[in-house]
């Protein structure tokens, strides 16, 4: 695996052009379909083409482009939206899978968008704090919203009578929630290790354990720390997760969950 990113960085804008297509396409089906399961998607692409286009990492505000777009406050801003939004869309489609209506699925469901956030406020204050270790605990939400996802969805298979070629999203969920799972571990293992170095190089007593909020967010908005190489990105595992999260497989996915649920 090659240490310098930046020829995967400059190709990850293919995936913006990706995202167009799927916001012109879902546009398309407006009409069709239900105007917040549209929506809910078309956020999401927006958002992806954007973070395609100009890629940053929370920690350590490391960005490839010194550009005023390649900012981490706005693409923080942006993807706060874009995270309940799509988490929301999948929550729905729990709902909508549900034919016999059983409760505690669709409790399930709606916690999804609970923690996602929940998991919005632990991103947030470790971008402002600088404190690593809040990351962790976002991503632990994540772990457990797609884990909820997989029950829910294992549920379903198991005992909905599903038509229509609705049953394949059932089929897409388990099948994520059989890959992610164990990549999200590992991802997890790693983040705990990142907040322990953090926490022993900037020290207990460090004015950056206790930053104040105002001044994480003039760093959030001002601070650019241009990196091309595989750590400033997170190696791998930052790399499979850009790649599935922005340009191909979350974006293809919920396209298709649009198309689905598009009355025809």
């Known amino acids: 695996m090659s240490r310098d990113y930046t020829i995967f960085l400059w190709l990850l804008k293919l995936g913006s052009l990706l995202n167009l297509y799927f916001i012109a396409q879902t546009a398309s089906l407006a009409s069709g379909a239900h105007a917040y399961v549209v929506i809910s998607a078309q956020i999401l692409f927006v958002v992806s083409a954007y973070r395609c286009l100009f890629p940053v990492r929370y920690e350590h505000n490391v960005v490839f482009h010194d550009s005023i777009f390649s900012s981490i406050f706005l693409t923080r801003l942006f993807a706060t939206f874009s995270e309940i939004a799509y988490i929301f869309l999948f929550s729905h489609v729990l709902r909508v899978l549900n034919v016999d209506r059983v409760e505690w699925v669709n409790v399930l469901s709606w916690l999804m968008v609970v923690q996602v956030v929940v998991s919005q406020g632990f991103v947030w204050t470790a971008i402002l704090t600088e404190q690593f270790e809040f990351y962790f605990y976002e991503e632990l939400g994540w772990a457990f919203i797609f884990a909820a996802n997989t029950i829910a969805s294992a549920f379903l298979y198991l005992t909905a009578n599903t038509r229509g070629g609705r049953e394949i999203l059932i089929e897409l969920n388990l099948l994520f929630g059989i890959l992610y799972l164990p990549w999200q571990t590992i991802h997890l293992t790693s983040l705990r290790a990142e907040a322990k170095r953090n926490r022993s190089e900037v020290g207990t007593n ?49 396209y298709y969950i649009v198309r689905v649920l598009t009355p025809r």
Not at 214 to 232: E, I, Q
Not at 240 to 245: H, L, P, R, V
């Open 206 to 254: 460090s004015r950056a354990l206790g930053i104040l909020w105002t001044d994480g967010l003039k760093r959030a908005v001002r601070v650019k720390n241009r990196r091309a190489d595989a750590k400033s990105w997170g190696a791998l595992i930052g790399l499979t997760w850009m790649t599935a999260y922005w340009a191909t497989l979350i974006p293809i996915w919920t």
